[in-house]
Each structure stands twice: as C-alpha cells, then as structure tokens.
C-alpha cells in the first residue's frame, strides 16, 4: 500500500525557527511564527474596524487566515532584509518570482485535494479579498512598528530610525482602519505592564 504522507504542517511549523530582524541587534529575538500570528490578529482587528466604524462588509476571518500564512515562502527563502528586497524594481520583481515559487514549493507539499484552497491563501489574487489583503499588508506594517517601540521601550536605539519610517509608511497607505488603529491602540504599547492594568 502507498503511503499517503504530506510535509506541508510539518513545513509550517519551521516558521518558529526563522528570525527578523537579523540585521539589527535586538533586545529580543522575534520569529516568523510571533510575527505571523501578530500579523492576523491586527489584520482581523482592522477589517472588525471597517465594518463597525465604516459600514463595510469585510470579512475579517479570511484577512486574519491570509495574515496567519503571509510570510510562509520565507520557509524556503529565509528573510531577506526589507532594504534589499527593495533596493530597485529589478531586485523586486525577482525576489516576488522567488516567494511565488517558493510558495508553489509549499502547495505541492500538500495533498492534490486541498491544493486549491491553501493556493488561495497562500497566493491570494484577483479580485476576490482586495481591500482585506491591503489591510493585511498594512497589519504586516503595524506589527513592525510596534516591534521598533517594544526595542525602544527597552532602551534599544537600534531601531529608532526603522520606527520612524516605518511609521511614515504606515501614514502613506491612506486606510482609516489604519489611522484608527494607530490612534486608539497603538499608545498601549508605550504603557508598562502595571499601567496597562489601571481603568
């Protein structure tokens, strides 16, 4: 009898073995897996912010499964540092070819029957979910940025030049999820712990 195996879990586990940030020196280290599970709950938390505050119908559930699953080419290709990704659009459009086919790599780890489904997820496109995967790369964003203020909170300066761009980013994108966000959430993250308890 043939056996019937599937690596594609046992490959997604690895994501707790991928480090960002490898560049800088970190006052702690942060893996894809924490990263990736940051990702959903901040993209869930801003398509909840469309639909309540803006009317929208968004579906935050698949936001947060394209967040949970945004960076898992990384598996294959490790992180590559954001200034080299983006050094010029030649060195873009080769390094989005790679995550493709690294992602491609990944769906042919799993059984032929359920392919399409995590193709969907892993490689979202088309029409269907696009303002969910525009909030999706701006969670990715937010997730960074408040990487830079944990560093800094911890006396890091290492990281005050990325809070600061990162932050100008953010502000380009134009998404009032994502100012919201920023305005009524992120100033927690500047609290300690027992600030964070007090009403």
């Known amino acids: 009898m043939e056996e019937n195996n599937s690596a594609f879990f046992a490959m997604m586990s690895r994501l707790r073995y991928i480090d960002r940030w490898e560049l800088m020196r970190n006052s702690r280290e942060e ?110 964003k937010l997730s960074a940025y408040i990487k830079c203020i944990e560093e800094r909170k911890c006396g890091n300066t290492e990281f005050i030049s990325a809070e600061k761009t990162t932050l100008e980013s953010i502000k380009k994108m134009g998404l009032p999820e994502v100012d919201i966000f920023l305005a009524e959430f992120i100033p927690s993250y500047n609290k300690t712990l027992d600030e964070l308890g007090e009403k």
């Open 31 to 140: 893996n894809l897996a924490e990263h990736s599970l940051d990702v959903a709950m901040i993209a869930h938390a801003l398509c909840v912010i469309g639909n309540k505050r803006f009317n929208k119908n968004l579906d935050a559930e698949h936001a947060a499964l394209i967040a949970m699953y945004h960076d898992v080419s990384e598996i294959i290709t490790g992180d590559m540092p954001t200034p080299v990704k983006y050094f010029n659009p030649e060195i873009k459009n080769i390094y989005k070819d790679i995550e493709h086919r690294a992602s491609e790599k990944l769906i042919n780890y799993l059984p032929d029957d359920m392919k399409t489904d995590y193709r969907e997820i892993l490689e979202p496109e088309g029409d269907a979910f696009i303002y969910e995967r525009k909030l999706v790369k701006a969670a990715d």
